[in-house]
T-cell receptor
Framework: EAGVAQSPRYKIIEKRQSVAFWCNPI?????LYWYQQILGQGPKLLIQ????????DSQLPKDRFSAERLKGVDSTLKIQPAKLEDSAVYLC????????????FGSGTQLSVL | GNSVTQMEGPVTLSEEAFLTINCTYT??????LFWYVQYPGEGLQLLLK?????DKGSNKGFEATYRKETTSFHLEKGSVQVSDSAVYFC?????????????FGSGTRLQVQP
């Protein structure tokens, strides 16, 4: 089966610019996650969707980050404006139901903010 | 909040050596514990899991036992191979809340030399 698809693979922007990442989960997976992984740290959850509804966005910096999952399938994560500390790998993951089930991760988007 | 602490890396071993990567956690309630692995250039993937106290998860020669009394989930393998070189992440999910997303440790890099 096809895995979780993410694009772009790499992105370099200057601070205060905006950027968007795209994720297409595995077909039929109801739960979608966005994680932020800063170099040398473990992934940190930004937002969790169940179908097209938000389950948890408590760690999403809502003044600059936004995410949507229209029609309960693919998702976009946007940063506007970007800060230097947003440099990280942004990981998308999906699972069939999300209830402690196995997560399938994409390869991530590596963002460098200069 | 919940947290996961892993031993710092890198861990450098010779092929066929015994591996232990320590993982302890701070969390209460009903938990599931996981080890995820990230091979070079690839996305995170589930290695093994345990869903209740004293459970042993195993896969590809790796094992970890959920020890509630010591709040630990140490990863072990009797004989490592060069192909095991990767970053290993310990993680947990609280199963008795509505927000069932993974909390990760910071990761431990394993380097196996021939």
């Amino acid at each position: 089966e096809a895995g979780v698809a993410q694009s772009p693979r790499y992105k370099i922007i200057e601070k205060r610019q905006s950027v968007a990442f795209w994720c297409n989960p595995i077909s039929g997976h109801a739960t979608l996650y966005w994680y932020q992984q800063i170099l040398g740290q473990g992934p940190k959850l930004l937002i969790q969707f169940q179908n097209n509804g938000v389950v948890d966005d408590s760690q999403l910096p809502k003044d600059r980050f936004s995410a949507e999952r229209l029609k309960g399938v693919d998702s976009t994560l946007k940063i506007q404006p970007a800060k230097l500390e947003d440099s990280a790998v942004y990981l998308c993951a999906s699972s069939f139901r999300g209830v402690g089930e196995k997560l399938f991760f994409g390869s991530g988007t590596q963002l460098s903010v200069l | 909040g919940n947290s996961v602490t892993q031993m710092e890396g890198p861990v450098t071993l010779s092929e066929e050596a015994f591996l232990t990567i320590n993982c302890t956690y701070t969390a209460t309630g009903y938990l599931s514990l996981f080890w995820y692995v990230q091979y070079p250039g690839e996305g995170l993937q589930l290695l093994l899991k345990a869903t209740k106290a004293d459970d042993k998860g195993s896969n590809k020669g790796f094992e970890a036992t959920y020890r509630k009394e010591t709040t630990s989930f140490h990863l072990e393998k009797g004989s490592v191979q060069v192909s095991d070189s990767a970053v290993y992440f310990c993680a947990l999910i609280p199963m008795d809340t509505g927000r069932r997303a993974l909390t990760f440790g910071s990761g431990t890099r394993l380097q196996v030399q021939p």
